[in-house]
């Protein structure tokens, strides 16, 4: 009798730590999804904004933005120079043009 006992002790033992490792490793990809779920919220947000900025600089409505600003959506890829150009807008590029990185090949 004092065999099954151990093999039983044993067994709950495997049982918590499988149940335990289950758990973590659920909590572990419910994060990553949840940062990766943020990551993509972010980047869409950040494409609205630059193109709201496309569309503001266009009816040369400069407020706040600063050149950084341009670069910045250009060289993350949020929106590309010909946005730019194409919405009239092309002069501000120009004069951010020393912190636009050059476009990868």
């Known amino acids: 009798m004092d065999g099954w006992l151990k093999g039983l002790i044993a067994t709950a033992c495997v049982v918590v730590i499988a ?7 659920s909590e572990y990809r419910r994060s990553q999804e949840q940062e990766a779920a943020k990551a993509a919220a972010d980047r869409r947000a ?20 600063k050149g ?15 946005e730019f150009k194409d919405a009239g807008a092309g002069g501000y590029v120009d004069t951010v043009r020393s912190l636009i990185r050059p476009a990868a090949e």
């Open 46 to 65: 950040l494409i609205v904004a630059c193109k709201q900025m496309i569309m503001d600089l266009s009816k040369n409505e400069t407020k706040d933005y």
């Open 19 to 25: 149940g335990g490792g289950y758990f973590a490793f």
């Open 68 to 82: 950084g600003y341009i670069a910045t959506c250009i060289n993350d890829g949020y929106v590309t120079e010909q």
